[in-house]
């Protein structure tokens, strides 16, 4: 089975290279490109990417554009900064393709120089806990890295288009029944500043995202 693996991209030139190299066989990368002013675009087709354009800005748009653009009865998503080893995605797709589980997410565990602040963890940790009382799925963590079957995920119609997109996926997917699993995935120094908890106005704007989110009531309490 091939399996396409959707991942957002947003001037990512210094990650593409080793994130790309490690893509396992079956695993079909999509880049989109969510209006970088770098050279990730050209690099990713020169690697043998597909490379989807997104211009509308906002990590939901690049990962739904991506989501319209695969093919595969699975997709997975993950972030292109070189944080998560592409090599480890067997790990979260396998559940999904043995009818064993219907979305996996990655469980980050820090490895030597891997840069996640501590009121980000704090963060994860305070929504992981509120997830679990609303959906019932021992989750620990908003993993990045995650998978579930391409056209169920159509199906749950997401709306949000920023930062609130994966938290929408699994509260979603909690309502609709789904059997939610945990994996644990390595959590890597990443290239780069991160665009959500490496600025005080990517923090504020993530918080302001998800907090939306959990408040909206329709389709998903």
């Known amino acids: 089975m091939e399996i396409d693996v959707v991942l957002p991209c947003l001037n990512e030139e210094a990650a593409l290279p080793w994130v790309l190299g490690r893509m396992p066989d079956g695993f079909r990368p999509i880049v989109v490109d969510n209006g970088s002013t770098d050279g990730s675009a050209k690099i990713a087709t020169e690697l043998g990417a597909t490379v989807v354009h997104e211009p509308r800005r906002g990590f939901g748009a690049a990962c739904h554009a991506g989501l319209v653009a695969a093919a595969s009865d699975v997709v997975c998503f993950m972030d292109a900064d070189a944080s998560l080893d592409p090599e480890q995605l067997p790990r979260v797709s396998g559940p999904v393709v043995a009818g064993e589980a219907d979305l996996v997410l990655g469980r980050r565990v820090l490895r030597p120089g891997s840069s996640w602040p501590v009121h980000a963890r704090l963060g994860n940790a305070v929504l992981a806990r509120r997830l679990r009382r609303r959906t019932g799925a021992m989750l620990h963590d908003l993993g990045p890295m995650r998978a579930c ?8 119609g ?4 920023r930062f609130g997109y994966p938290l929408e996926m699994v509260l979603r997917a909690g309502a609709a029944g789904w059997r939610i699993h945990e994996t644990e995935v390595d959590y890597l120094p990443r290239k780069g500043r991160s665009k959500v908890t490496g600025t005080v106005r990517g923090t504020l704007r993530a918080i302001g995202d998800m907090r939306r989110v959990m408040a909206r009531r329709d389709g998903v309490a």
């Open 158 to 161: 997401l709306v949000d288009r």
């Open 149 to 156: 079957g391409r056209l169920a995920l159509l199906r749950l």
